[in-house]
C-alpha cells in the first residue's frame, strides 16, 4: 500500500512538474548570442495552402536554391499608429536557380514572416528563419520594392540539408528548444508532404 | 471477384477513416482557451483605420459585425454587440488594409495589459483586452479575390477575434484557402457560420 502511495506521489509530482514547464511563459533575454530563452508567438494568418509541388511551381515568381549570407534586419513597417507590421529582412546569396529571373551568385532580399525581439519570437503559421546551416530550396513572390516574399509562408522554404520526417512538435519552453526547426506550426502533415516532394525532385 | 470486392472495401473504409481522422474540430478542439471575456463581446467597441474604406473593404467588415449580431445571437441565443468609436484608443477592435508584404490575406493580432499597464501581445490562452484584425488588400486584388471572397476573409478573422481557431478542412468559414493544380488560390464564399461553427461558439459562449 505504502510502495504504491509513493509510486502515485512520484508519478503526480514529474507530471505536475512536466506541465509548468510546458505552460510557463517565463522570459529571459538573451545574454549569450548562442542562447536565446525566449517565448514564442505563433499567429494565425488566412493564407493559399499548396496542395502539392505542382501548385507551387506554378504560382512561384522565383524558385531557387541559396544560402543566408549572414545579413538580416529586423523592419518594423509603421503604417500608422496602431498599425505595425514587423518581419525581416534577409539577404540571401543565390546558389542554384530553377525558375525566375534570378541568377547564380546575385545576393537578394527575402522577406521572413518571423522576427526575433527582446520580448521574444514572433512568427507567422509557424514560419522559422532560416540560418546559416541550412541549404533552402525558396519557393518566392517577387514584390514591388524588388525583394521577395517566402510563397505560402512555411511552404514556400526547405532545408534541402534537412532530410528526416518533422515530427509533431510537442510543448516546449522556449525558442531556444525550438530555435533549429524547420517548421513550428500545426500542419506538419502538410510540410512533410511538401517537403517529400522537393527532396524528391531537387535532391535525387 | 470477391477479392476485388473486399479490397474495394477496404480502401473506402480506410479513406473514410483517414477523412475522419483529419476531420473537422469540434468543441475545445476548435477553440483557444483564450480571448475576450462574453461580458467584453456584449458591449463591443470597434475602430476602423480610414484605409478600410480606401481599399473598399468596409462593406465586408460591416457584414462580419452584422452576422454576430444577427445570425450568432440568434442562433445560440448570445448578445454580442459592436459599438463604433471615433478614437482607436477606446476601441477593444481595430481594423486596418495595408500591403503587408507578407503572404497572407488576413492576420488577427490579440494583446492584452500587462503589469505596467501596456498593451503586449497576448498568446492564444490568455485573456484578451484588445484585438487588432490587418487585411492585405495588395494581395487579395493580386490573387483575384471577389467581394465575396473578401467577406469570407473578413468573417474569419473576426471568428478568429473570437477564439476560433483554424478548421482546416470542415464546411467552416474557419476552414484555409486552397490552391488548384496551377497553384491559384480557391477561395470561398462564405458569408455566414456554419451549424459547425455556430455549435462551436455556442460551446464557448
Request: hydrophobic fraction near 35%.
Amino acid at each position: 500500500m505504502k510502495k504504491t502511495l509513493f509510486t502515485v506521489s512520484a508519478i503526480a509530482l514529474i507530471l505536475g512538474s512536466s506541465l509548468y514547464f510546458s505552460t510557463s511563459t517565463s522570459i529571459k533575454a538573451a545574454n549569450e548570442t548562442n542562447s536565446i530563452e525566449k517565448d514564442v508567438y505563433i499567429r494565425d494568418a488566412s493564407y493559399a495552402s499548396f496542395t502539392d509541388i505542382k501548385a507551387l511551381e506554378n504560382a512561384a515568381d522565383i524558385i531557387a536554391e541559396v544560402k543566408f549570407s549572414g545579413k538580416r534586419e529586423t523592419k518594423v513597417w509603421g503604417y500608422e499608429e496602431g498599425d505595425t507590421y514587423t518581419n525581416t529582412l534577409t539577404s540571401v546569396e543565390v546558389k542554384k536557380v530553377h525558375q525566375g529571373e534570378v541568377s547564380k551568385g546575385e545576393e537578394i532580399g527575402v522577406y521572413e514572416p518571423a522576427y526575433i525581439s527582446e520580448n521574444g519570437f514572433y512568427s507567422i503559421e509557424g514560419y522559422n528563419l532560416m540560418n546559416k546551416k541550412g541549404k533552402y530550396l525558396l519557393y518566392l513572390r517577387t514584390k514591388k520594392d524588388g525583394n521577395y516574399s517566402v510563397l505560402g509562408l512555411y511552404q514556400g522554404k526547405y532545408d534541402l540539408n534537412e532530410t528526416s520526417t518533422l515530427k509533431e512538435l510537442k510543448k516546449f519552453r522556449s525558442y531556444e528548444d525550438v530555435q533549429d526547426r524547420e517548421y513550428l506550426g500545426d500542419e506538419v502533415e502538410h510540410f512533410n508532404k511538401l517537403k517529400k516532394e522537393n527532396l524528391k525532385k531537387y535532391t535525387q | 471477384m470477391n477479392k476485388i470486392v473486399v479490397t474495394l472495401s477496404l480502401l473506402t473504409a480506410l479513406t473514410s477513416i483517414s477523412s475522419i481522422a483529419y476531420a473537422d474540430l469540434h468543441g475545445r478542439d476548435a477553440l483557444w482557451l483564450g480571448g475576450f471575456s462574453e461580458n467584453v463581446l456584449e458591449d463591443f467597441d470597434y475602430w476602423e483605420s480610414s484605409t478600410i474604406d480606401t481599399y473598399n473593404l468596409d462593406d465586408e467588415t460591416a457584414n462580419a459585425r452584422l452576422v454576430f449580431e444577427n445570425q450568432v445571437n440568434n442562433e445560440i441565443g448570445s448578445d454580442f454587440n459592436f459599438w463604433r468609436v471615433n478614437s482607436s484608443g477606446d476601441a477593444e477592435l481595430r481594423y486596418y488594409a495595408n500591403d503587408y508584404t507578407d503572404d497572407w490575406y488576413g492576420l488577427m493580432t490579440p494583446y492584452k495589459i500587462n503589469s505596467s499597464d501596456n498593451y503586449v501581445e497576448a498568446q492564444f490562452g490568455d485573456q484578451w483586452d484588445r484585438a487588432k484584425i490587418q487585411l492585405n488588400y495588395e494581395l487579395m486584388d493580386n490573387d483575384g479575390m471577389t467581394a465575396a471572397n473578401r467577406d469570407w476573409t473578413v468573417l474569419h478573422e473576426t471568428g478568429h477575434v473570437f477564439s476560433l481557431k483554424h478548421n482546416p478542412e470542415a464546411d467552416s468559414v474557419m476552414r484555409t484557402v486552397e490552391t488548384s493544380f496551377w497553384g491559384n488560390p480557391i477561395f470561398f464564399d462564405y458569408d455566414e457560420f456554419t451549424q459547425l461553427d455556430l455549435d462551436n461558439l455556442d460551446y464557448k459562449y
